[in-house]
């Protein structure tokens, strides 16, 4: 293949079924899989170039001082073998419930570090099973807690904070959504015209992530309703 190499854990055991996307900025994206002996390959691009690669887990990731190793330079004739040893990381399994105790599938969950006055968001967003259950991770193991944010458009935003200290133990965290409720208004210039063709976005007090909620447009009269 063009690219290829062996994905190891930190006592270099290959990890299997691991998911890498291999990404070309504004351009070119593909998804390979190691396969049991950890090797992944990739046979063709589009255009070469520089790509980056990103190991999708939510029980490993890159070390800091290998992210120099995601990045690689690919031309159509050339062949570049890049391996990739990546540590345990914290783990959080979540399970979403609404007030009945009932499960809520899709939710999307996107997890933000605390310890930065800035949006700092770690791990792949993923959303839950069809019971509720996600696994969000990995995570730096650190004593200062991640927000968990919860996101689904029949129910009101929510949070979890969680303290993952040990990557050998995964943490439970239970997350009750609640109905939102709709809330209208008018926007207006200065000048009192109408505020037309803008968004209104609502954030929660708490808002640590670098995802913005879904916004209401304003109509041409100024009025908007969020849902």
């Excluded at 055991?13 to 992944?40: C, E, H």
């Excluded at 390959?41 to 490993?60: E, F, K, N, W």
């Excluded at 933000?112 to 193991?141: C, E, L, Y």
């Excluded at 050998?168 to 609640?178: S, T």
């Amino acid at each position: 293949g063009i690219l290829s190499g062996v994905v190891t854990d930190m006592a270099g055991q290959p990890i299997a079924g691991l998911d890498i996307d291999i990404i070309m900025i504004n351009g070119f994206s593909s998804r390979v899989k190691t396969d049991a002996a950890g090797q992944y390959s990739l046979d063709m691009i589009a255009d070469p170039g520089v790509y980056y690669l990103r190991p999708v887990s939510s029980a490993y990731l890159v070390p800091r001082e290998a992210q120099e190793h995601l990045q690689v330079t690919l031309g159509y004739e050339s062949r570049a073998i890049r391996h990739l040893q990546l540590a345990r990381g914290c783990q959080v399994e979540v399970e979403v419930v609404n007030e009945n105790g009932q499960p809520v599938r899709d939710v999307q969950l996107i997890a933000s570090w605390m310890g930065s006055d800035r949006a700092n968001d770690v791990g792949q967003p993923i959303r839950t099973d069809m019971d509720g259950h996600a696994k969000v991770g990995a995570f730096a193991a650190s004593e200062i807690a991640y927000l968990l944010t919860a996101f689904h458009e029949e129910y009101a935003l929510q949070r979890a904070t969680v303290k993952c200290s040990d990557p050998i133990k995964p943490v439970y965290e239970q997350i009750v959504l609640r109905p939102g409720r709709s809330i209208s208004g008018q926007a207006v210039y200065a000048d009192g015209t109408p505020a037309q063709d803008v968004q209104i976005v609502a954030k929660p007090h708490w808002w640590h992530n670098q995802t913005t909620p879904a916004g209401a447009p304003v109509d041409r009269e100024g009025k908007f309703e969020l849902r």
